[in-house]
């Protein structure tokens, strides 16, 4: 039984399996029926025992046998469902396709990785492989048989591909494997891949050196093993190039923001200060001119990975001050009272009462025994 990957928020991918399910369960029910009515009996069991290659092909044959007008209020009920019912959904659908002898998802999963390892098969195909696989380890089960059955190392393979939408597929696939999982984390990180990951996030492609930053986040979270490679392969590094390169995609910028933050929480949670590149001078100065792009999403990140920075023992307040973050948080506080829209005037009532909070930290960091009252 697959168990559920905690705070993993893809409930969406698990109402597309129960919608194929009710598409199953419609199809199931009516066409025993429909033989009989035609003299042929019962073959449900001979039909589907192995007749599926793929997801896509179960769901358009499942579709294609359903009554609609069944398959319309199915749908509409399991959007109504809560986290407990559609596990007990998903629970009976398992029965029912095991009844059905449906393949499981290890023998999807099994076919997909022939596929990847099969050199003459088509980027089409390949590609296809690789996004079945994807929905595959989103239960945590099957993240934690993807080395068994020999996925891992098809997919590491692919970070290597010549073609991006493999490349940004094979690091989507690692990234959801690994996500809240220590086991798969510690294999991929065996397997050598952080180095071709990092690698990734120097990509002109925004999407690829997206999917990179990520694979990089879920492979190195709460793993101290992993942020010590990370560190390693000289992380810090291409942290810098996103924040302080022209011409890189905001979103990309905000991701690599939140994994500072998120690096730096753990280092204070933990007590682990193994990571001290996040007090060097440099990457302090790259995500403190980070406030001075008008984005009130990205200065609000900005200000929540500084705020973590300062509470670190590690940084120096002085460097701070020698990037000039005091002044630039006078001009954020400025900019932020001159708000002409009012859709944006509480949103940035909010992140100025964090700007706020920012600047008591520094003061008081840089004057320890003082409280110096925010500007």
């Known amino acids: 039984m697959a168990k559920a990957r905690p705070h993993s928020g893809r409930s969406g991918h698990r109402r597309r399996n129960l919608l194929l399910a009710a598409a199953l369960l419609s199809a199931a029910l009516l066409l025993p029926a429909e033989r009989e009515a035609a003299g042929g009996g019962s073959v449900v069991e001979d039909d589907f025992a192995g007749g599926f290659g793929s997801l896509d092909s179960m769901l358009q044959w499942a579709i294609g046998n359903s009554d609609p007008g069944r398959l319309k209020e199915e749908a509409a009920d399991v959007q109504k469902l809560s986290e407990d019912e559609l596990l007990k959904r998903r629970h009976e659908i398992k029965d029912l396709m095991e009844k059905l002898k449906m393949p499981s998802d290890a023998d999807l999963m099994k076919i997909a990785i022939a596929d990847l390892n099969n050199a003459s098969i088509s980027l089409e195909d390949r590609q296809r492989a690789l996004q079945e696989l994807l929905i595959l380890v989103e239960p945590i089960d099957n993240a934690n048989d993807l080395d068994k059955i020999g996925g891992l190392v098809p997919v590491i393979q692919d970070l290597n591909n010549a073609n991006e939408e493999i490349r940004i597929t094979s690091a989507w696939i690692l990234g959801t494997a690994s996500q809240n999982n220590a086991l798969v984390q510690s294999q991929i990180l065996g397997y050598g891949a952080l180095a071709r990951l990092v690698k990734m996030g120097y990509s002109t492609s925004a999407k690829e050196a997206a999917k990179a930053m990520y694979a990089i986040s879920a492979l190195i979270r709460n793993n101290v093993n992993g942020q010590e490679a990370f560190a390693l392969e000289n992380g810090n590094a291409m942290l810098q190039h996103i924040l302080g390169s022209n011409g890189v995609d905001l979103r990309l910028q905000k991701k690599a923001v939140f994994l500072i933050t998120d690096l730096a929480d753990f280092q204070l949670n933990s007590g682990n200060s193994g990571l001290t590149f996040l007090s060097e001078r440099v990457l302090l100065k790259s995500v403190t001119d980070m406030l001075s792009k008008f984005d009130l999403d990205l200065q609000e990140k900005v200000l929540l ?61 840089l004057k320890p025994g003082t409280a110096t009252a925010a500007l």
């Open 305 to 365: 990975a500084i705020r973590s920075l300062l509470k670190l023992p590690s940084t120096d307040a002085t460097d701070l001050e020698s990037c000039g973050l005091d002044s630039v948080l006078y001009r954020l506080g400025v900019q932020l009272e001159e708000l002409p829209s009012e859709e944006q005037k509480e949103y940035a009532g909010e992140v100025d009462a964090l700007r706020r909070e920012v600047e008591m930290l520094f003061q008081q960091k």
